[in-house]
C-alpha cells in the first residue's frame, strides 16, 4: 500500500506546460489498481507533467503512466509554497453548515460569535491537551463531536459523557481536570453513533480535528493562538 512508502518532498524549480499524453480516467484507473484503494480526484498539475491524485484523505503525485508514485510535499521552485499544503485545505474543506451540530456537545462561552467544531476521542491525549488551552478561550461556541475511535473504553465514556445532565460540564471536567464523567451511558446514545459515521464520511482518521466556521480542516492539535487567527479570519457561522 502507499503509506509504507517513504515520503518524497518534490521541489520543482520552474513550471511547464506540457501536452496532455494521458487522460485523467486512465491515471485514476491505473492508480486504483496499483494502490487498491478508490481515487477522489486527479488533476494534471502544471508541475513537471505530474497529475496529483486524491486517494484516501491524502495526495500523491504520479505521471501519465503512473511510473512512480511520490509520497510527499510539492513545493514550488518560484514562490516556495507548499502546494500540497494548500491543495489539501481546499479538498479537505466542508460546508460548515452541513455538520450535524445537533449531534454535538455544545460549549457557549460569552456572547458565542466565533464558531467552530471539533471531532475528539475522551481518550486522546493531544485533545486533552487542546482542550486545557482552550480553556481560556472567550466569547466562543465551541461544538464537540464525540469520536470514540481510540479503543472500547473510548465509546463508554463518550456514552457517559453523552448521558450525563450537563454533556459540556462533563466533557469539561473528563479532559481538563480528568474527572471521570457521572452518567451511566444508559441513554439514547444514538448521537454518538451517528457523530461516528460522520466522522468516518469525512474522512477523519485522527483527533483532535478541527473545522472552522469557513469550512477548513486542521487535523491535530494546534496553538491557541493558531486557534485565535482562524477565529479572526472566518466568517460567522450560525449557531
Do not use: H
Not at 180 to 188: I, L, Q
Request: aromatic fraction near 8%; include cysteine; charged fraction near 25%.
Amino acid at each position: 500500500m502507499y503509506r509504507k512508502f517513504v515520503p518524497l518532498a518534490v521541489a520543482i524549480a520552474a513550471t511547464f506546460s506540457l501536452p496532455a499524453l494521458a487522460d485523467e480516467a486512465s491515471v485514476k484507473k491505473a492508480v486504483e489498481g496499483k494502490l487498491g484503494a478508490p481515487v477522489s480526484s486527479v488533476s494534471k498539475t502544471p508541475y513537471l507533467g505530474l497529475y496529483e491524485v486524491y486517494i484516501d484523505g491524502q495526495i500523491v503525485y504520479t505521471d501519465e503512466e503512473v511510473s512512480a508514485v511520490l509520497v510527499g510535499s510539492l513545493i514550488d521552485g518560484k514562490t516556495m509554497k507548499n502546494v500540497t499544503s494548500e491543495r489539501m485545505q481546499k479538498l479537505t474543506a466542508i460546508k460548515f453548515s452541513e455538520l450535524p451540530l445537533a449531534l454535538a456537545v455544545k460549549q457557549v462561552r460569552g456572547d458565542g460569535k466565533r464558531v467552530f467544531a471539533t471531532f475528539e476521542d475522551p481518550n486522546c491525549g493531544y485533545c486533552k491537551k487542546l482542550a486545557k488551552e482552550m480553556a481560556t478561550l472567550d466569547n466562543v461556541t465551541i461544538y464537540t463531536f464525540l469520536y470514540p475511535i481510540l479503543s472500547p473504553d473510548s465509546l463508554e465514556k463518550s456514552n457517559q459523557i453523552w448521558c450525563s445532565a450537563d454533556r459540556a460540564k462533563a466533557w469539561r471536567a473528563w479532559m481538563v481536570n480528568g474527572k471521570a464523567p457521572g452518567g451511566k451511558g444508559d441513554c439514547d446514545t444514538t448521537a454518538v453513533k451517528k457523530s461516528l459515521e460522520t466522522g468516518r464520511a469525512l474522512a477523519i482518521n485522527g483527533t483532535p480535528t478541527i473545522f472552522f466556521a469557513d469550512g477548513e480542516r486542521i487535523p491535530g492539535a494546534i496553538p491557541l493562538a493558531k486557534i485565535e487567527q482562524k477565529l479572526a479570519e472566518a466568517p460567522a457561522a450560525g449557531k
